[in-house]
């Protein structure tokens, strides 16, 4: 079986056998996916990281398959069931769907109707009238009478039952129908009686019918979310109403020869297939339909949560500066933390300038003596409660210390992080509250090294992700965060355990012998010094060493990614020369003739990237940090007009479009159809998450809280713009924004920035008044 799957996957990626083969042979032998993608290019020759996991997945599948293959073999041997025609038949099998179709007439069930007619001797009364329509039903039944079975209408009943089943046992039948039904059938939502006003978040679906095929993920996941809530009743039509019986009907009953000829059982037998059809075919079906379009919107969900999390992960990094986090509040206050630049907490606070408080000044001079106390230089906001107003306190302080920027990022999962043990560990001495400002400070400076310490699901970039299968979701955002993480390497030095645990061949165990080896012995000075950390054995070195990087240390490569097992090859490369002189020194590299290099154990993949290595060591994949900038005196929905043109930052991306954040902490829609002049099939072709972008307001619902934008400045302001049926923020109907990727200003150019004093203060004079007390009304006189 091994080589049948093997060939499949092969044909499936249009690749070659033995390419899958040695990936197989790889993963079976415990490589993982950025390992193999990276260091064994020569054994798959060349398999990318995106058809390994596509490859990975479809063997787990494929495994799943012939494992049950073998278990309904078993069991209809052990029946004594088995011939060799249904052997094939089962072997043949190209889907677990298929597999149970064949299946289900041998399946262990509970005592059916049929069973107990079959028990009563009824099975040669159905089979009489199937074999002979010219029977008359009732004369033929007479002579079933007896001490099991009442009357002549008592044994057409079970005579009935035993064909139902059978009819709707057909593998061959069930399959033709189902596919039928899946290309000619619709999706039917009406809203329940009295549900109008609980349900208006789902008021799009009240009325609304929409065929299989044409259904997007998003609306499938609304629809039945409105099911599940009790506000939607959702019907599956099988096809367009019509006089006299179904077309499916029709199949079932020339499938099994009956036809209405005149003869004495026709009428009999078309009712049984009329009874076939309505009370067992179509619910089965029914069924398999619903599963099919929740796989296939479930499938959808997952891939763009997954990219939109791979886009967040691979967010710009604003890098090694002193920062500011703020995590906003009202009542209880904006909850204030400074990190240095390597994202040590140096300093916490509270501040109240909200209501009820209302100390707008004495926040700002609280702000103002830690940024100077701790050479500020970014100020990281949370996007949560309070944020549009605390970013409007930051752009106060920003005027008068110009050498800040503040950037507002998303929160989401920073209240799940400071409540979990791992923060309670990283951070035992602060309270709760505040480890959650530390987080938001440490996710602009290094997005990656953060977010790997929050269950990826909390991140908050998917849509529908409390629908989904916990295990299919888990794995996917897992293999995301395993790629985003290896891609970019990891400083085993200042690496934390989550992002560790992350690392090729390195699980959650291994990850903590690492840091307590290096809080024990002191930084490691090279990668062989990491086989000294306990539990980790030639293997796990193979997998983890080109990944982990240690700038600084003995050996120049150690900072690279060339993996320690190729360091022969860059020694034969230096000639007798010198290590240091030639990395980095692209003239000197690009001398270099790969071919040149290669050997049994390395070939020319492996030897091309070892020199793209030497000439940008350690470089990043990540873009460049830069900033957006929010129009002055927009900072509330209400402040938006059509035909204004704004900047934004895409926040998330969705099956339908994206939505922008343009600084009124509100996101507005760019729906698909809004995005190019050309046909956009994936909005992800379009834009991703924390792209800088250009929109012109098209419309705004205030009461629905719905803006729609379009990324075509030329189009007419009130422009009809097609709805995603009741997709709000993260594609959950009226639901609360959450997540996506940093919403970014620059200095005191913010809508927020334009004020005299900001809610409760009391003009420039008193807050100029209140930072000269702090010793910051020169703010070119920070000390820097």
Known sequence: MTTSINQRIADELNVRERQVAAAVDLLDGGATVPFIARYRKEATE????????????RLRYLRELEERRSAILESIRSQGKLDDALEAQLMAADSKARLED????????????????????????????MSDMTLDPAATAAAYVGEAVADAAAALEGARAILIERFGEDADLIGELRESMWSRGRLLAQVKEGKQEAGAK????????????????????AMFRGEKEEILSLTLEPEEPQEGPSTFEQRIARRFGIGDRGRAADRWLLDTVRWAWRTRVLVHLGIDLRTRLWQAAEEEAVRVFAANLRDLLLAAPAGTRPTMGLDPGLRTGVKVAVVDATGKVVETATIYPHEPRRQWDQAIAVLGALAKKHNVELISIGNGTASRETDKLAGDLLKLMPGLTKIVVSEAGASVYSASSYASQELPELDVSLRGAVSIARRLQDPLAELVKIDPKSIGVGQ???????????????????????????????????LLTRVSGIGSGLAENIVLHRDANGPFRSRRALKDVARLGPKAFEQCAGFLRIPGGDDPLDASSVHPEAYPVVRRMLAGGDLKSLIGDSAQVRKLNPADFVDDTFGLPTVTDILKELEKPGRD?????????????????????????????VTNVAAFGAFVDVGVHQDGLVHVSAMSSNFVKDPRDVVKPGDIVRVKVLDVDIPRKRISLTLRLEDEAAKSVPSPRGETRQGKPGGKQQGGQPRQNRGGRDAGSGGSGGPGGSGGGSMAEALRRAGLNDPGKRNR
Request: aromatic content about 8%; charged content about 30%; overall charge negative.
């Open 464 to 498: 529908y992700q409390h629908d989904l299968s916990e295990l299919k979701l888990s794995r996917s955002l897992d293999a995301v965060v395993e790629d985003c993480v290896n891609a970019v390497g990891v400083d085993v030095n200042t690496a934390s355990a989550p």
């Open 202 to 221: 789902f008021s799009d679906y009240f009325a609304f019918g929409e065929p299989f095929t044409r259904l997007p993920s998003h609306r499938i996941l």
């Open 102 to 129: 064949i299946y289900l007439p041998y399946k262990p069930k509970r005592r059916t109707k049929a069973q107990i007619a079959r028990e009563a001797g009824l099975e040669p009364l159905a089979d009489q009238l």
């Open 46 to 57: 060349m398999l990318d990281d995106a058809q390994l996991r596509t490859l990975e997945e």
């Open 621 to 649: 994949p990540r873009p460049a940090f830069k900033t957006a900038t929010f129009k002055d005196g927009i900072d509330k929905i209400g402040d938006l007009k059509p035909g204004l043109i704004l900047e934004g930052v």
